[in-house]
Structure formats: structure tokens, C-alpha cells
């Protein structure tokens, strides 16, 4: 029995022979198409990789902009700072305005100024017609009452002689006592007025009350002159003694107690400030001026060179007592609030802490910190205000001060 079999289609025997070749061809594409997707998925991977580093970036480098950078110092040691500089004027040990004290004309003038005189020397001659008229009118007067005492004297003599034998009444010889004592208290008032103008008179020649030197001369030939207070009347001289000077200086209250009677006191010129001048401590007030806080001091200081001259300006240095161990700071670390100064210190990590300090004496580059921050501690150089406790810094310290010379202090 023989087999069937179907013929063959002659469409599909084509295809079958053809499906050997095109699996491959899909294969491939599969694989380029999971390449084009992996390495799309690597770029964006990689894409979002770079966006994330760059992004870290900035945000370190935002936050780094934010951290503020400031200068530092730290405190130094002020021992050995024992004096305080306080300003004053020379003054001469005894110093006067010169005024008329009675009216007239200026005569004439025989000191200048810059002139030294003694005590008694003539300054000026002043003519007084008015008072020579009066006071020849007052002597006449004396004359007159002296010759009415007289002659009450005399009659009361008689009197007592009448009375005596009994010619005349008592009362009458009461009338006689009392007539010589009037004109006694008349010679009295007399003589009173008549020395009165004697010295008015004599006041016209204007004389140096003491030994000195003519500082200012404000008089000439033929001015009128009056007599009266010395806030009311032109000043003829101002005399100043010049041998020996005294000054006086504020002391502050905080320093009161290092001044005592007798202590010894440095006194500098500006102008000559290599010129060793001393002096001492004559006279302290016994309280506190509540207007300034300060108590007044005078300092006396030999002139016998006359090197120095009144009126000149110096500065007293006034030893201070005590030996404490304080810290100084440039004025510019200070803050100043309602709850007293501070300084913002900047502690490892840099850290800002804000620290309250009590603070000394002010030695203009420099102030006294008497308790507060320790010499360790970093200080930041002109805080802002708006820096706060707590906050993050990046402190550099500052390059040191030039000094005079141009050279570098050593810290």
C-alpha cells in the first residue's frame, strides 16, 4: 500500500527556506535597540550624576559665601601702665587784674608788658581833679570843726568854773558837755572823710601788688578811667609771678584715692615733651565735684629759669597705685548695649560668643579689661552689629600696626 503525500505549495516552499537567514537580523536589532536604551539610560544617569556634583558644589560654595570672615586680635598685657595723663594750665603763683579805684585820667604809664616788677613799683599815674577838690574842701572842713571843738572846750572850762560857785545852772553846763561832744564826733566824721579821699587820692598811682611780670597792658595816655567792680570796669593790668607755678587738674573720682598731699607728680610740655618737669601735689579738695565727678588738685612747680610761662597748656602724669594685672584691648573690639560693653570672642570651630567685660582707665589706643575675657582669647576687630551668640565665622588675624618708625610692633 502506498503513502499519500500532499504536494508542496509552491508559494510556502520559498519562506521555509528563507527563515534560517532572518533570525539573526532580529536578534541584532533587539541588541541595538537594548544598547540604545542602556546607553541612553547611562547618559541620563550620567547626566543626573554631573547635575548632583555640580549642584553639591554650589551649595558648599553658597554656604562657604555665607560664613563671614573677620579679624581678630587678642588682649594684651597692660602691667606696668601706672600712670594716668590728665590735662591742666600753667597759672603763676599769684596772678591779678589791675583795676582803677577811683575815677580820672590816665597821666601816664611806665610799664609795658613783659616788664618785670617789684612790689610797690609804679604801673601807672592817674590824674584825680575831682577827688583833689574834694579832698581840699574835706580838710578845710577838719579845720573848721577842730576850731569849733576848741571853743566848746574852752567854754566848758568857764562853765565848770561857774558851776563851781554856783553862778550857772547844771543844765546849762550839761548843754556845754554836750556842745564838745558833738563837735568831738564832728572831728571824728572829719578825719574819717578826710582819709577817704585821701586814698582815692592815692589810688591814682597804680602800683604792683607783688613781684611779677606785666602779662597784658590795656591802658593809654588820656583814657578815662572809673572806679567799680571788676566785672563793671576796663582792666589796666593783668601782673602774674612767674618764679614759682601752680596748676589745677581734675583728678576722676576713680583715681581720687592715689592722690595724697605731697606726692610727686610729672608734668610734660608739648612742645618740649623731653624736658623733665616735677612737681608737687600742695592741696587737694576734701570732696567730689557731683558736676564732673572729679576732684580738684593743685600741683605747685618751681620756675626759678623761667623756662616755663603761665597760661601754657600741659599734661600731668599722676602715679597710680596698685599692682593689678589687667588686659588691653583696641577700642574698636568694644560693643556697647544696654547691658554694659561686650566683645565677641570667636572660640574653636569658630564659634562667635558674645562676653560682657568690665572695662578700666581709656589710654585712647588702648582700653583697660578688667575682668571678661581671659589673654587666650580671640576677639573679633570691629564686630558688626548685627553679629550674634553662637554664630559661624571664619576668623583671620589681623597683619600687627605699623609703628612710627614704619616698622611692624612685635605681638
Not at 380 to 406: F, M, W
Request: glycine share 8%; charged share 25%; proline share 6%.
Amino acid at each position: 500500500m502506498s503513502s499519500f503525500s500532499p504536494p508542496e505549495h509552491p508559494d510556502t516552499a520559498p519562506h521555509a527556506a528563507a527563515l534560517p537567514t532572518g533570525r539573526p537580523s532580529v536578534r541584532r536589532a533587539r541588541q541595538i535597540g537594548v544598547l540604545t536604551v542602556l546607553l541612553l539610560l547611562g547618559g541620563a544617569g550620567a547626566r543626573a550624576y554631573v547635575n548632583a556634583v555640580h549642584a553639591a558644589s554650589v551649595a558648599r560654595a553658597t554656604e562657604q559665601q555665607a560664613v563671614r570672615t573677620v579679624l581678630t586680635t587678642q588682649a594684651k598685657s597692660g602691667q606696668g601702665l601706672r600712670t594716668v595723663a590728665l590735662p591742666a594750665t600753667l597759672r603763676g603763683e599769684n596772678e591779678a587784674a589791675i583795676h582803677a579805684r577811683t575815677n580820672g585820667y590816665v597821666r601816664a604809664w611806665k610799664k609795658d608788658i613783659g616788664d618785670k616788677v617789684k612790689r610797690g613799683d609804679v604801673l601807672a599815674l592817674i590824674d584825680t581833679p575831682e577827688i583833689d577838690q574834694e579832698l581840699a574842701q574835706a580838710q578845710a572842713t577838719l579845720e573848721q570843726v577842730k576850731a569849733r571843738l576848741a571853743l566848746t572846750t574852752s567854754s566848758l572850762a568857764r562853765w565848770e568854773n561857774l558851776r563851781e560857785r554856783d553862778a550857772v545852772s547844771a543844765q546849762e553846763l550839761e548843754e556845754r558837755r554836750a556842745a564838745r561832744q558833738q563837735a568831738q564826733a564832728d572831728l571824728a566824721a572829719a578825719q574819717a572823710n578826710v582819709r577817704r579821699l585821701q586814698q582815692l587820692h592815692d589810688f591814682g598811682r597804680i602800683t604792683a601788688p607783688f613781684d611779677g611780670v606785666v602779662v597784658r597792658r590795656n591802658v593809654e595816655v588820656g583814657a578815662l578811667v572809673a572806679s567799680g567792680s571788676a566785672s563793671t570796669t576796663k582792666e589796666l593790668f593783668y601782673l602774674a609771678q612767674t618764679d614759682a607755678l601752680r596748676l589745677t587738674v581734675a583728678v576722676p573720682q576713680a583715681y581720687a584715692a592715689d592722690v595724697s598731699v605731697g606726692k610727686e607728680v610729672g608734668v610734660r610740655l608739648l612742645e618740649k615733651p623731653n624736658l623733665p618737669l616735677k612737681g608737687e601735689v600742695t592741696r587737694v579738695a576734701g570732696g567730689i565735684d557731683v558736676s564732673t565727678r572729679s576732684v580738684l588738685v593743685e600741683v605747685a612747680l618751681p620756675n626759678q629759669d623761667g623756662k616755663l610761662i603761665p597760661g601754657a597748656y600741659v599734661e600731668v602724669s599722676l602715679p597710680l597705685s596698685g599692682a593689678n594685672r589687667v588686659l588691653t584691648l583696641p577700642p574698636n573690639t568694644l560693643q556697647f548695649r544696654q547691658d554694659g560693653p561686650r566683645v565677641a570672642v570667636v572660640e574653636e570651630g569658630g564659634t562667635v560668643v558674645l562676653k560682657p567685660v568690665k572695662l578700666g582707665r581709656d589710654m585712647g589706643r588702648a582700653v583697660e579689661v578688667l575682668s571678661g575675657i581671659g589673654p587666650k582669647d580671640v576677639v573679633v576687630l570691629n564686630p558688626y552689629d548685627t553679629i550674634l551668640d553662637g554664630e559661624k565665622v571664619a576668623a583671620r588675624a589681623a597683619p600687627p600696626e605699623p609703628s612710627p618708625a614704619g616698622k611692624t610692633k612685635s605681638q
